[in-house]
């Protein structure tokens, strides 16, 4: 009797635990992380502005005679993640789940492409064993379940390898490589690495393809779908002299508009990466996983195809350049995941082929080990067991701190209302589209609503961004900084609300349950005015994380 579970059987629940890993919780984390924060933020508006005082944009030095070609991407990144954001906003709200969705999506994806490369190129086996992996392994349910480009990324390169492959049998897929190669760079510039892949592929396999037709045609087709970036980028030389934040980096154009460039500070010198690189593997990944990597190195570089090794050493060598940091580690794991799924094919036909039970039983408790990991890392709401052995410290980039129920709070004190009361921002674009948010509000019905927000400024920077700011350059929400609220009374007189129209005020405080900007603390002077607020007998709205903690404190007044 033939008791085998068929392949397709199979397929589909991989792909369902696939699901369930990236869709489980995927609004409820926090949103801490500052990438994460700067993509969301601007894609709620497609705007290219983000409060940094020291990486200013072009819609800054233009204010207010902003030119066309600004629209075509952003200062710092190509435009492609933001779009799709935005319309994933525009559909689900302005929320987490909404900008995390697309990232989910394309994770479930990768993991049936991840399947379909295996089977192209070695066995279907193969390509099971590498889409069980990839499903599970808490590097890429990690990267699937935030707003980042990293998910995309990854994508686009197992698309491109797909269709590149495909390409090899027929040539016409050589116009869809180069169109998904195209979107990939639309969506990061890492994505480039896939030209040195496949050219170097070709060269060893191929090279009668660099005299075809749809060779070219792929390549030109790759350019149109990135031309926008180009246009932009030619533009911005000819209006500033240099190029856009990552490609002025490159080149060491070192623009006095941008006198800091995040994360750029923190690669260091190569013998810093060199060092940094597998302390930062081991984190991003589990400790069996890393440990399976390193040993099915040997059965790899045995197979005569040799693409899991022309991908894993580019890749290193791109890692080794822009820095191996945690998210970009991310860009190594389908490749990782083939080869140790190459590795368990191998064991389990040549050394127990006569305890075949004992290899199923083997690789389930890896399976089971790495989905409890995952689990334990991005699913539960806080990990059990130490660091490292029982989960991975990727689970802090979107901790349930407390933050996102201080968006929901906010978000159920001004639904159906618009502000009554606004401030001037001092760009105009940003006035425009306070006005265009206030006039479609109005518009719709909504109720006017005279309020303030002041918070105190130590609050985590991307918290500030996504929970304060948004409001109120998205949607025109008064909102100031302690300091800036005690200046205003002292220089207007303590009548200064109520003369200005203000009828209720939100003071919001967090307690030392959740992370600050500085270490530390609270600011002195949002201590004291709390204290005051105390004494003329105000009682605090108290915001619980999911623990049960008191994680913020809102003073309504």
Do not use: C
Not at 269 to 296: C, E, G, H, M, Y
């Amino acid at each position: 009797m033939n008791t085998r579970v068929p392949d397709r059987y199979l397929l589909i629940a991989i792909l369902i635990v696939a699901t369930v890993l990236r869709i489980v919780n995927l609004g409820v984390g926090d949103v801490t992380g500052n990438d994460e924060t700067l993509y969301a933020f601007r894609s709620v508006g497609m705007l290219d502005f983000n409060e940094a005082e020291f990486q200013t944009t072009p819609l800054e030095w233009q204010d207010p005679n902003i030119q066309w070609w600004t629209a075509l991407s952003f200062h710092d990144h190509p435009p492609l993640v933001f779009v799709i954001q935005n319309l994933f906003m525009k559909v689900f709200g302005e929320n987490t789940f909404a900008f995390r969705l697309p990232s989910a999506i394309l994770g479930i994806f990768s993991v049936y492409l991840l399947y379909l490369i295996g089977t192209q190129l070695f066995s279907k086996k193969v390509g099971l064993i590498a889409a069980a992996i990839m499903a599970i392994t808490v590097n890429h349910v990690y990267i699937s379940r935030i707003g980042i480009q990293e998910s995309y990324v990854i994508f686009f390169l197992l698309l491109a390898s797909y269709l590149f492959f495909k390409a090899l049998e027929n040539e016409r897929y050589l116009l869809w490589t180069g169109a998904a190669i195209g979107f990939g760079i639309l969506t990061k510039y890492n994505v480039f690495i896939l030209a040195p892949i496949f050219l170097t592929y070709l060269v060893i396999f191929k090279r009668s393809y660099f005299a075809k037709k749809s060779f070219w045609l792929g390549a030109l087709l790759a350019l149109l779908i990135f031309s926008p970036v180009i246009v932009y980028n030619i533009q911005l030389y000819r209006t500033t002299g240099h190029f856009d934040f990552q490609i002025s980096y490159i080149l060491g154009q070192n623009p006095n508009v941008w006198q800091q460039a995040p994360g750029k500070e923190e690669i260091g010198a190569l013998t810093d990466r060199i060092k940094n690189f597998a302390p930062n593997f081991v984190t991003v990944n589990s400790w069996p996983l890393t440990a399976l990597f390193v040993i099915s190195l040997t059965t790899l570089l045995r197979k005569k195809n040799i693409f899991p090794v022309l991908a894993i050493g580019w890749l290193i060598l791109l890692l080794l350049l822009i820095g191996p940091t945690t998210r970009f580690l991310t860009m190594l794991t389908p490749f990782v995941v083939l080869s140790i799924a190459i590795f368990i094919d191998a064991v389990y036909e040549k050394i127990f082929v006569v305890k075949k039970n004992l290899a199923l039983a083997g690789l389930a408790l890896f399976l089971f080990w790495e989905i409890f990991y995952s689990v334990n890392s991005q699913i539960l709401s806080y990990p059990v067991g130490p660091e490292l052995w029982a989960f991975s410290k990727l689970r802090y980039d979107n901790y349930n701190w407390g933050y996102h129920e201080l968006d929901k709070y906010l978000e159920k004190e001004f639904a159906g209302k618009f502000p009554a009361l606004t401030f001037d921002m001092r760009y105009q674009f940003l006035n425009n589209i306070k006005s265009v948010a206030i006039e479609k509000a109005r518009l719709s019905g909504l109720q006017s609503y005279s309020a303030l927000i002041i918070y105190d400024q130590n609050i985590k920077s991307p918290v500030h961004l996504w929970s304060l700011d948004r409001l109120q350059i998205y949607h025109g929400w008064p909102v100031l900084k302690t300091e800036e609220y005690l200046s205003a009374l002292n220089e207007n007189g303590n009548d200064w609300p109520i003369k200005s129209g203000i009828k209720t005020r939100y003071f919001i405080i967090p307690t030392d349950k959740v992370p600050f900007k500085t270490k530390g603390q609270l600011t002195q002077t949002a201590i004291a005015f709390e204290q005051k607020l105390i004494a003329d007998g105000i009682v605090p709205v108290s915001i619980y994380n999911r623990r049960g903690e008191e994680s913020i404190k809102i003073y309504k007044f």
